[in-house]
């Protein structure tokens, strides 16, 4: 597949195999990475920022679309925006970084509930329910089957909507991004 014949990738193959790029499988005869080529993707897995990553594309969206795109991770008080990329038009709502979305009333936090463990959703939505740093809204106290309906339309749907609530006049998508373990 490189284009070389045996004889000539032979030696490469050798000094892959001494520095730990490289192993030979036993059985099969087959190389696969070694150790050493292992450990070096770990390390660039600890240093690569999924923020990072994500702030090109998210100001490509939000430019092609003409709307205010926001990025949120899971914060100790639920789902907060970590970087907004915002419209050239006006928009009425001040959200910045460090927002903590509600988990139920807003597009964003209905994708974390959707898509996080039940148990860590619901600890969420709990804490919601007494924290004003929230923007919360008295319908996070939802009967536990239209919760799980909420969830699974999310799910079905593969995205998140939410019509001006919990701010009148403001709509919102919110679509999930998974890691390479799909977490």
Do not use: C, W
Request: hydrophobic letters at 45%; zero cysteines.
């Amino acid at each position: 597949r490189a284009g070389m014949t045996s004889a000539k990738a032979h030696p490469y193959v050798v000094s892959y195999v001494k520095l730990g790029l490289l192993e030979q499988d036993a059985l099969t005869g087959h190389y696969r990475l070694g150790p050493f080529a292992l450990q070096l993707g770990l390390v660039s897995l600890q240093l690569l920022s999924p923020v990072r990553v994500a702030i090109p594309a998210i100001t490509a969206l939000g430019d092609a679309i003409g709307h205010t795109v926001a990025l949120a991770v899971l914060g100790t008080h639920g789902p907060t925006i970590v970087y907004i990329h915002e419209s050239a038009g006006p928009i009425h709502v001040n959200m910045r970084p460090g927002t903590v979305m509600s988990t139920v009333n807003t597009a964003t936090g209905r994708v974390f509930s959707a898509y996080l463990p039940p148990k860590i959703a619901l600890a969420h939505i709990a804490r919601e329910l007494t924290d004003e740093r929230v923007i919360a809204h008295e319908s996070a106290r939802l009967p536990k089957a239209q919760f799980e309906a909420m969830v699974d339309e999310v799910r079905g749907h593969g995205l998140a909507r939410a019509v001006g609530v919990p701010i009148p006049g403001i709509n919102a998508l919110s679509a999930p991004v998974f890691d390479h373990g799909g977490a």
